[in-house]
């Protein structure tokens, strides 16, 4: 019997792409990409208003002008249209910025 396993789906937005949150509005730059859910249930129950869907993608996001970080399902995100720079202490720690405002990850051990 042949089963069919659902593809996962891919991410929207990409490391070193500014977002900007849906609801808080707040700007950030992506730092990480998960293909599902990857916090436990607990944290889920305690953070999350809307119970996001656990099987799309989530993000490490780095929060514009604090020394915050987020973890935020895709669906609460959308594509920063500004040429603003992220004011974020761990920026330097994880991209290289180009003159247009660009974030390219840098090369980290694993």
């Not at 070193?16 to 293909?35: C, F, L, N």
């Not at 305690?46 to 020394?67: A, N, S």
């Amino acid at each position: 019997m042949l089963t069919t396993q659902s593809k996962p789906r891919r991410a929207r937005f990409s490391i070193g792409q500014t977002v900007r949150h849906k609801s808080y509005r707040y700007r950030g730059i992506v730092v990480d990409v998960d293909p599902s859910f990857r916090m436990d249930d607990a944290w889920y129950a305690d953070q999350t208003e809307r119970q996001p869907p656990k099987d799309k993608p989530w993000y490490h996001v780095l929060v514009d002008q604090t020394e915050m970080s987020t973890y935020v399902a895709e669906r609460n995100l959308l594509a920063d249209d500004t040429d603003d720079p992220i004011d974020h202490p761990e920026v330097e720690e994880w991209f290289n910025e180009s003159d247009e405002g660009l974030y390219t990850p840098l090369s980290r051990p694993n």
